[in-house]
């Protein structure tokens, strides 16, 4: 039997060679390679499952990332921790006071507020949504203002 290496590697082996031990040796070629595309396909399938794993951990990271950022944003601590960053009640009191009769929107503890900023209180801004609707936001839940 004479096969090149260069064939071999490249998966076209020429089997020369006559009489019993040839055909022995053609079985056990297409058997090898039988045996190959079933290895190869149980990789591809193991490979695609990986890769599925992987996006589902990334998805799954991503909305607790999402979740626990929103959370924090909005708590209560944040809003404590941003307050006194820019002075207190009264760095509030003193941005408010700047956007007073302007159009704002205001992150709260509970959500986002947008209107016309109509009064700064002691403690509290009033904020016009709607010319029926009046919110009153205690600085204490306040976690940003900005004008719009």
């Known amino acids: ?7 071999r590697m ?10 019993r031990s040839s055909g022995r040796t053609r079985r056990e070629v297409r058997k090898l390679r039988k045996e190959l595309r079933k290895g190869m396909k ?3 399938r193991e490979l ?15 909305r607790n990332l999402r979740r626990n950022l929103r959370r924090e944003l909005y708590s209560d ?13 009264e760095g509030i009191r003193e941005i408010a006071q700047r956007l007073l009769n302007e159009a ?3 992150s709260t503890t509970a959500g986002p507020v947008s209107g016309t900023l109509t009064e700064v209180g002691e403690d509290y801004l009033l904020i016009q949504e ?6 009153v936001v205690p600085f204490r839940n306040i976690v940003s203002l900005q004008a719009l």
């Open 42 to 44: 149980r990789l591809r």
């Open 10 to 19: 490249e998966g076209d082996a020429k089997i020369k060679g006559g009489g």
């Open 130 to 135: 709607t010319p029926s609707t009046i919110v």
């Open 104 to 106: 704002v929107q205001v």
């Open 1 to 7: 039997m004479n096969v090149n290496f260069r064939a």
């Open 48 to 62: 695609r499952d990986v890769r599925n794993d992987v996006l589902r951990e990334v998805r799954y990271t991503r």
């Open 77 to 89: 601590r944040f809003a404590r921790f941003l307050r006194s960053a820019i002075g207190g009640d």
